[in-house]
């Protein structure tokens, strides 16, 4: 097939820019594929972040064309004009917020008028997180454009069926994120680190917003055990406000056990935090599925999830890490210590390398190729 796959891409940086690179590099060893991404994606005043852009190691070297500007409609018809003189056989969109459904319904109602382009929407999202006015329009009008559709997990296919009952749809879980190098030593990433190489180390790790739960870990610790003597780090860029969280951390007396590193991490360096933990914690809130659970299984690391969304399909109770309810630090600390204090860790992770298996690239493109009636 001759494919274009619009959306985030280097060098424009984030979880949706590293995925669309390796799906990109995965369905490039059997067809053809074009990479468009946005010359603007989010408009300065309404970015959380400090950047848009990749600062570091792109993972995947990735050509991509900045075509695309998400609040421009005269930009949304050059683009979707542009696409259907190319004449691709299959447009991809990953869809994970209803900011950009009129961008993406525009461009593909153009880009397939009188042609065989089909449209396949891989949704990460089908209701987001934090609900606006408008979101259920302009995620209706986006993927009524669709032709077929990729799922990541069972919540996510319910809410694109309450949307479009007859959805022709395929769920594949996320794969593993497989950019950001290899396992280091956990003594040398700890040193790296400047953090103790005997203790037990926690991590929570991706951008901070309300909907991923930090204040929940946060009251948590002081109800794990001090002679366990954990160590947490937690890093991210915050994308909101983040004084609540130091002054939280502050009133708790944790800053002697605890490493905040509030920034966006580059790729090369994502290695080194992981590798240095014992186990990922994801005090989620609200969820659908999480990338970063992928990002742990990929350096054998297992999770402490909470039961929202997607997140207990991927994180298998007792095999592959706990599962918490959400919003509730006294049980989140309890599975903490029985993750310790179990002498479980090492089977947890032969569990883990077990389990990442069935999460595979080629699973993901088989899927696209036979919904759209291209397998081989």
């Known amino acids: 097939m001759k494919i274009a796959i619009i959306g985030t891409a280097y060098p424009l940086r984030g979880g949706i820019a590293h995925y669309n690179a390796i799906l990109a590099s995965h369905l490039k060893q059997r067809h053809t594929v074009d990479v468009i991404t946005f010359k603007r994606q989010y408009p300065k005043l309404f970015f959380p972040g400090t ?39 299959l447009i991809i969109f990953k869809y994970w917020l209803p900011f950009f459904g009129a961008c993406f319904g525009t461009i593909a109602v153009i880009a397939r008028w009188g042609t065989r382009t089909k449209v396949l929407y891989i949704c990460d999202n089908v209701i987001p997180h ?33 949307l479009l009952p007859r959805a022709r749809c395929r769920k594949v879980p996320h794969p593993v994120y497989e950019i950001f190098g290899e396992t280091i030593p956990k003594a040398e990433a700890r040193a790296r680190l400047g953090i103790p190489v005997d203790k037990p180390v926690i991590l929570f790790f991706g951008y901070i917003r309300p909907y991923k739960g930090l204040m929940t870990l946060l009251d948590a610790l002081p109800h794990v055990p001090a002679s366990l003597d954990i160590t947490t780090l937690i890093v991210g860029e915050f994308y ?13 007396g944790l800053g002697g056990r605890l490493k905040l590193a509030a920034e966006y991490v580059p790729n090369e360096e994502v290695s080194t935090y992981f590798s240095a933990a014992d186990l990922l914690v994801l005090p989620y809130r609200s969820a659908t599925q999480s990338g970063i659970i992928q990002i742990a299984y990929n350096f054998d690391r297992p999770v402490i999830a909470t039961n929202v969304g997607g997140l207990p399909e991927v994180v298998i109770h007792g095999r592959t890490g706990l599962i918490v309810p959400p919003d509730d630090p006294v049980a989140l600390a309890r599975a903490v210590e ?13 569990n883990v390398r077990e389990e990442k298996k069935k ?10 190729e036979d919904l759209t009636g291209s397998g081989k």
Request: without cysteine.
């Open 51 to 89: 950047s848009q852009k990749e600062t570091g190691d792109p993972g995947i070297p990735i050509h991509s064309r900045q075509l695309v500007d998400s609040i421009n409609p005269f930009n949304w018809i050059r683009t979707g004009l542009t696409v259907r003189r190319e004449r691709p056989d």
């Open 130 to 162: 934090e609900h606006r006015p408008g979101d259920r329009f302009l995620t209706r009008f986006a993927l009524k454009r669709g032709d077929a559709f990729v799922v990541q997990s069972d919540q996510v296919e319910r809410d694109l069926l309450s």
């Open 240 to 252: 909101e406000d983040p004084a609540p969280y130091r002054d939280r951390i502050a009133a708790l």
């Open 338 to 350: 029985e993750f310790f204090r179990s002498g479980k860790m090492d089977e947890f992770t032969k």
């Open 359 to 368: 999460y595979s690239w080629d699973r993901l493109v088989e899927a696209i």
